[in-house]
Nanobody, 124 residues
């Protein structure tokens, strides 16, 4: 069982940066694939970035490649999402998620645990 809590969202101007944090409880945190998804109003939940337990393998959605960086600290049970060069189209609720599927899936049904989400708003 993993409990996830996101923080770090807010309002930022286009071109700015934000860093999201996901705090996880549970002694087996390092066993899970961790990911960030986002969902804008009227749109489906979209894969943003994911990372394997080792931290050495990552995957990114096409729309954020080169701008966002995911990392994890297993000792602190934390996953971070550094978001740079933000655009208005990045505006969404961002969710942290955990999966037991070690193939690092990119679709929401493959994730077993979810946080409550944090709002990110990018103004033009």
């Amino acid at each position: 069982q993993v409990h996830l809590v996101e923080s770090g969202g807010g309002l930022v101007q286009a071109g700015g940066s934000l860093r999201l944090s996901c705090a996880a409880s549970g002694r087996t945190f390092s066993s899970y694939v961790m990911a960030w998804f986002r969902q804008a109003p009227g749109k489906e939940r979209e894969f943003v970035a994911g990372i394997l337990w080792s931290g050495y393998s990552t995957r990114y959605g096409d729309s954020v490649k080169g701008r966002f960086t995911i990392s994890r600290d297993n000792a602190k049970n934390t996953v971070l999402l550094q978001m740079n060069s933000l655009k208005p189209e990045d505006t969404a609720v961002y969710y942290c998620a955990a999966s037991v599927d070690l193939r690092l899936p990119v679709t929401a049904p493959e994730y077993n645990y979810w946080g409550q989400g944090t709002q990110v708003t990018v103004s033009s």
